[in-house]
């Protein structure tokens, strides 16, 4: 669990950096660098979606996946987490759940995450994880510094999802195949993509009602040769 425990300390102290630099920028500056959040997000999606090597699979997923996640509302549940969260540090920030599902997001759907706690799961050094870590410091710098205080909550659920991931690697181990984790990956893309629409303001997507469909694509890939 060190990489996990490095990676969530990296977060954290990303996006205290990122809030001090918040509370000092001007608000155009600030839009600005929203809009540019967006695109990136929306950029990082298309790339990691594009690596899917079955269509259907993602079409399936993602389908079966809204459905689950409509039933469960998995959107609303972790909006009033976040409302909790915010309401108990006193923070008036009107775009703290945005960053911190923003945040989670980008933290959470890439194939280091998967790939990087397997390898520290199954016994070896957190080389992934950690060179993860690095990389998320900025990204919270950047985020925070856009978004707010809210991308350092995002800290505990990618403590949770990540470190689960690490204690489950080695259960699952003999299951695991690349392309199960290059569908996985792929549908987190398309989910980051809805991610960037909504950042951008063109359209409201519910992304976090299609989290189940990372399981659906995991479980077409296993069956489907």
């Not at 809030?19 to 608000?27: A, D, F, G, K, T």
Request: hydrophobic residues 55%.
């Amino acid at each position: 669990m060190i990489g996990t425990i490095v990676n969530t300390g990296a977060v954290i102290a990303g996006g205290l950096i990122g809030v001090l630099i918040h509370s000092r920028m001007p608000e155009k500056i600030t839009k600005t660098t929203f809009q540019g959040i967006g695109l990136f997000t929306i950029y990082i999606g298309i790339s990691m979606a594009l690596k899917t090597q079955n269509v259907l699979i993602m079409v399936f997923s993602i389908v079966l996946g809204a459905i689950s996640g409509e039933l469960i509302d998995i959107e609303s549940k972790m909006e009033k987490i976040s409302e909790w969260g915010k309401k108990k540090i006193g923070s008036k920030n009107d775009k703290f759940t945005e960053g911190f599902v923003t945040a989670f997001m980008l933290f959470c759907m890439g194939s280091m995450t998967i790939l990087g706690s397997i390898e520290e799961g199954l016994g070896g050094k957190p080389t992934l994880l950690l060179a993860k870590s690095f990389l998320d410091a900025f990204g919270a710098v950047a985020l925070a510094a856009t978004l707010g205080i809210g991308v350092m909550f995002s800290a505990v659920p990618l403590f949770i999802y990540q470190g689960g991931l690490t204690l489950l690697a080695g259960v699952v181990q003999g299951y695991l195949t690349d392309p199960m984790i290059a569908e996985v990956s792929a549908v987190g893309g398309l989910m980051l993509l809805g991610m960037g629409i909504t950042i951008l303001e063109i359209k409201k997507l519910k992304v976090l009602n299609l989290l189940p469909a990372l399981v659906f694509a995991a479980v077409f890939a296993y069956f489907i040769k």
